[in-house]
């Protein structure tokens, strides 16, 4: 009964942002983050936030433009991208596990929603 349920996708140009929202219901998540895969290329890890501390992890590409935060309470993580460029250009998934989230992905995955970046 796990259901994951993205949401704020959409075009945007280069230098613009987007929040991505993902409710998760059916469980409790210690681990929760994104990856995302463009054309062509494999599902890459972007970010991830644990339950015991809140801090969050980020592949290279993304640092400082974006940040992962949860809202525990709701059961929600978040995805705040600023600076997008076309490199951005994915579609991104929501990933949940009840322990952690290792780079190749934890237990519980969403659909995915598209987010494009194009001037």
């Known amino acids: 009964q796990v259901h994951l349920v993205e949401s704020g996708g959409g075009l945007v140009q280069p230098g613009e942002s987007l929040r991505l929202s993902c409710a998760a219901s059916?469980?409790?998540?210690?681990?929760m983050g994104w990856f995302r895969q463009a054309p062509g290329k494999e599902r890459e890890y972007v970010a991830a936030?644990?339950?015991?501390?809140?801090?969050?992890t980020y592949t290279d590409s993304v640092k400082g433009r974006f940040t992962v935060s949860r809202d525990d309470s709701k059961s929600m993580v978040f995805l705040q991208m600023n600076d997008l460029k076309p490199e951005d250009t994915a579609v991104y998934y929501c990933?949940?596990?009840?322990?952690?989230?290792?780079?190749?992905?934890?237990?519980?995955w969403g659909q995915g929603i598209q987010v494009t970046v194009s001037s």
């Open positions: 059916g469980g409790f998540f210690a681990g």
């Open positions: 936030m644990g339950r015991r501390d809140y801090t969050a």
């Open positions: 990933n949940v596990d009840p322990v952690m989230i290792p780079r190749i992905g934890g237990r519980y």
